[in-house]
């Protein structure tokens, strides 16, 4: 699968754009560390952009993402990606072993943290956003109090990333690459 029709498939399914956003970030963030470890692009970003797809038509963790699975199967998804996106719910019972399926468990949550920060910022960017921004309002319980800290922190560690030494600033220079398109560009 393209892309396009992965983000064809998302926009099939995902009606809420705050939620296409929430994928597009994950997608980047995925792409971001695929580089990095020198992994397959297209294969990880595809795999960040499709892993919340289902959310509107099944929104609960009985449901989500083990009832998409079959959807995404019968679109020819590759069972690697199928397997990560079944991964990073908890609920499903399926291990995170590869790096990927880390990856994607470690950037799922905290880009919506990062967001919001960004969000409340009174340049409303990611471009003057910086890491120490995040973790103060990451020790402001009442912030973002949807937000599960602990999942994210061991997210990263599974991932066998240090959150604050370097996680955060990496998902935050991987969403500046698509600030506009998440409407975080800001008004410097």
Same mark, same amino acid.
């Given at each position: 699968?393209? &892309? +396009? +029709?992965?983000?064809?498939?998302?926009?099939?399914?995902?009606?809420? /754009?705050?939620? *296409?956003?929430?994928?597009?970030?994950? +997608?980047?963030?995925? &792409?971001?560390?695929?580089?990095?470890?020198? /992994?397959?692009?297209?294969? $990880?970003?595809?795999?960040?952009?499709?892993?919340?797809?289902? $959310? /509107?038509?099944?929104?609960?963790?009985?449901?989500?993402?083990?009832?998409?699975?079959?959807?995404?199967?019968?679109?020819?998804?590759?069972?690697?990606?199928?397997?990560?996106?079944?991964?990073?719910?908890?609920?499903?019972?399926?291990? &995170? =072993?590869?790096?990927?399926?880390?990856?994607?468990?470690?950037?799922?949550?905290?880009?919506?943290?990062?967001?919001? *920060?960004?969000?409340?910022?009174?340049?409303?960017?990611?471009?003057?956003?910086?890491?120490?921004?995040?973790?103060?309002? $990451?020790?402001?319980?009442?912030?973002?109090?949807?937000?599960? &800290? +602990?999942?994210?922190?061991?997210?990263?560690?599974?991932?066998?990333?240090?959150? $604050?030494?370097?996680?955060?600033?990496?998902?935050?220079?991987?969403?500046?690459?698509?600030?506009?398109?998440?409407?975080?560009?800001?008004? =410097?």
């Amino acid at each position: 699968m393209t &892309r +396009e +029709e992965a983000l064809s498939l998302v926009r099939e399914y995902v009606k809420n /754009e705050g939620l *296409v956003k929430h994928m597009l970030c994950v +997608e980047a963030a995925m &792409r971001y560390y695929a580089e990095k470890f020198g /992994e397959d692009v297209e294969l $990880w970003g595809i795999t960040g952009l499709l892993h919340d797809f289902d $959310w /509107e038509i099944h929104p609960t963790a009985e449901q989500h993402p083990a009832q998409g699975a079959p959807i995404l199967r019968q679109h020819g998804l590759d069972e690697v990606i199928v397997r990560a996106i079944l991964s990073h719910g908890d609920n499903t019972g399926i291990p &995170r =072993l590869s790096l990927m399926e880390k990856a994607l468990n470690a950037c799922d949550e905290i880009t919506g943290l990062i967001t919001a *920060v960004a969000l409340v910022r009174p340049s409303k960017s990611l471009h003057d956003l910086e890491p120490s921004s995040v973790k103060k309002k $990451w020790k402001d319980k009442a912030f973002a109090a949807g937000t599960n &800290r +602990e999942e994210m922190e061991k997210a990263a560690a599974d991932f066998g990333i240090d959150l $604050w030494g370097e996680h955060v600033g990496n998902i935050i220079a991987a969403m500046r690459r698509i600030a506009p398109e998440l409407g975080l560009a800001g008004n =410097l």
